[in-house]
Nanobody, 121 residues
């Protein structure tokens, strides 16, 4: 079974930085895309950044402050978050479209458990 695990969340002051990691493990044949989402309690989950198709696309709210990257050999994804604002406070989730079967060619969407990022005012 494929598993995604996020880490690196925590409490920081406004203007500080955090680096989130997402580790994918299990029987991974191919990862098509990976992305970071975030969700505030009571709100819809929103896309932060997606890496796929040779491009990395960021939400306007994080453009210029966040940088996402992938380590293809290690099946990992990172999110470097700088100049953090209170509005960035949320649970951050990683997700990926992954083929995990040699006999089933379908890509399925997997999610991590989330990691809390809290930015103090």
């Amino acid at each position: 079974q494929v598993q995604l695990v996020e880490s690196g969340g925590g409490l920081v002051h406004t203007g500080g930085s955090l680096r989130l990691s997402c580790a994918a493990s299990g029987n991974i044949i191919e990862i098509m895309t990976m992305a970071w989402y975030r969700q505030v309690a009571g709100n819809k989950r929103e896309l932060v950044v997606i890496i796929g198709g040779g491009n990395t696309n960021y939400a306007d709210s994080v453009q210029g402050r966040f940088t996402a990257s992938r380590d293809y050999a290690k099946n990992m994804m990172y999110l470097q978050m700088n100049s953090l604002k209170s509005e960035d406070t949320a649970v951050y989730f990683c997700t990926a479209h992954i083929r995990s079967s040699a006999t089933d060619s379908a890509f399925r969407n997997y999610w991590g458990q989330g990691t809390q990022v809290t930015v103090s005012s």
